[in-house]
């Protein structure tokens, strides 16, 4: 049962990753320093206090860089590969009986996936919004993908299979959306 909640922590964690990288990270630092989570053993550094200050510094940087004008594209392309690889740590270090082998492939497949479908849903709602308000509406963006980071965080800190329901619901909805912009090309493209 802890490797289930273990991973459920893990891939709420990697949604919030998606949202923002550093966000989900501090908030796994103080959750683990204070002993509502548990890591395994090689991934204990997260918990550590240089972690901490590392990780609240890294946080600031990247909720500041997101307010300003054109910067915000520059970190959405360097976001969408660390937020892919943060995800797949922060997977792999709540799995904590699994086998090496199956560790890092449920992080990869389920951290690593879903904090990348996350990330390019935020980079493609942001392009969206630049194009269409020429990035007026950036900085609202931003402080939406903020509270998704901050609450998605908490959630599967706090309450694991819950936050697990809906990221779940996240993907059947993004899924859904994204099939039917390719099936209706392809209905348009027929007739």
Sequence with gaps: ???????????????????????????????????????????????SPYATAAFATATLIEI???????????IDTISTPAAVIAGTVVTASTAIELSPFLKWTLALIAGGGIAGLVQGSTVALRAKSSISTGGAA????????????ILTAL??????????ILV????????????????????FQQR
């Design 1 to 47: 049962m802890d490797t289930l909640i273990g991973m459920a922590i893990g891939i709420g964690l990697s949604a919030a990753c998606g949202f923002r990288v550093f966000v989900p990270l501090l908030i796994m630092n103080l959750a683990t320093s204070s002993g509502q989570i548990h890591l395994s053993p090689e991934f204990s550094w997260i918990g």
């Design 64 to 74: 500041l860089c997101y307010y300003i004008p054109w910067v915000d594209h520059i």
């Design 138 to 149: 950036n900085p609202l963006i931003s402080t939406l993908e903020l509270i998704g980071a």
């Design 155 to 164: 959630l599967a800190v706090l309450v694991p299979v819950l936050c697990l």
């Design 168 to 187: 779940g619901f996240f993907c059947f909805v993004i899924f859904r959306k994204v099939g039917r912009l390719i099936f209706g090309r392809m209905k």
